[in-house]
């Protein structure tokens, strides 16, 4: 345990942003599993505009690498197109 008041300060810090990103790495993470159950239809494309949203929110907040996030999408889009 941090005894130093900056470094309580920094761990409170870290626990809701930890929280924070969680959030948005689930929220991608979930839709992509919708489309791998639902790859065809128009629900198929309205799920993946909300994964490609999800995916570059998550890279817009530094939860995940920009060019990471460009593959996800990459692969979501192959998975329509199959």
Known sequence: MPI???AKKKMRQD???T???????LAYKKIIDSVKKHKKGEKAKELINKAYRAIDK???YH???KNKASR???RVA???NK
């Open 58 to 60: 998550a890279a817009k």
């Open 72 to 74: 996800l999408k990459a």
């Open 15 to 17: 626990k809701k942003r």
């Open 4 to 6: 130093i008041k900056s």
């Open 19 to 25: 929280l924070q990103n969680k959030k948005y790495e």
């Open 78 to 80: 192959r998975l329509l």
């Open 63 to 65: 939860v995940i690498h």
